[in-house]
């Protein structure tokens, strides 16, 4: 099993920064990839961005190009999400999870393993 736990979500005005941290524990994959997720109250469940383990590989969602970076630290097994330029749209309650393949798909249905969320608020 995995365990994965986030961490970093917050009340923030518009236009601030938020950095989101998501701590992998349990069992060890080979050349995978890690996500952020968010969903909004209502809304389905949207990709936000999503990394390689090995190479670093990257994908944004179009909505957080320029604003957002997803990084990795390998010693640590720890995927961050620096948000910059935040926006009243951002609100939602962020997940990560893993894709056990290195395919940097945005389908939520590829992610086999996810956390329990962390909530960012960004007022206006």
């Known amino acids: 099993q995995v365990q994965l736990v986030e961490s970093g979500g917050g009340l923030v005005q518009a236009g601030g920064s938020l950095r989101l941290s998501c701590a992998a524990s349990?069992?060890?994959?080979?050349?995978?990839?890690m996500g952020w997720f968010r969903q909004a109250p209502g809304k389905e469940r949207e990709f936000v961005a999503t990394?390689?383990?090995?190479?670093?590989?990257?994908n944004y969602a179009d909505s957080v190009k320029g604003r957002f970076t997803i990084s990795r630290d390998n010693a640590q097994n720890t995927v961050y999400l620096q948000m910059n330029s935040l926006k009243p749209e951002d609100t939602a309650v962020y997940y990560c999870?893993?894709?056990?393949?290195?395919?940097?798909?945005?389908?939520?249905?590829?992610?086999?393993?996810w956390g329990r969320g962390t909530q960012v608020t960004v007022s206006s």
């Open positions: 349990g069992r060890t994959f080979n050349n995978f990839a």
């Open positions: 990394i390689t383990w090995h190479l670093g590989r990257t």
């Open positions: 999870a893993v894709d056990l393949t290195p395919a940097l798909t945005s389908n939520a249905n590829a992610y086999e393993y």
